[in-house]
């Protein structure tokens, strides 16, 4: 099986989903339960963007 994709498009697709794998990984979400909700339309999870937002936040003293 070849790991290499057909097109620059696929080639940007895959990268994109390597990303968000990674980035849901580091934040301790699972990627099919993100994506699933996304795909579904529920958005019951919180964004990537939000979660990065939050664990940025300087802890109060």
């Known amino acids: 099986m070849s790991f290499q ?14 990303t ?5 990984k ?8 993100y ?4 795909v579904a339309g529920k958005f019951d999870m919180p964004s990537l963007a939000d979660l990065i937002a939050q664990k940025t936040q300087p802890v109060p003293i």
């Open 5 to 18: 994709t057909r097109s620059e498009e696929g080639t940007k697709i895959k990268d994109t989903f390597l």
């Open 20 to 24: 968000i794998n990674q980035t849901a």
């Open 26 to 33: 580091k934040l301790g979400v699972s990627f099919y339960d």
């Open 35 to 38: 994506v699933y909700d996304r």
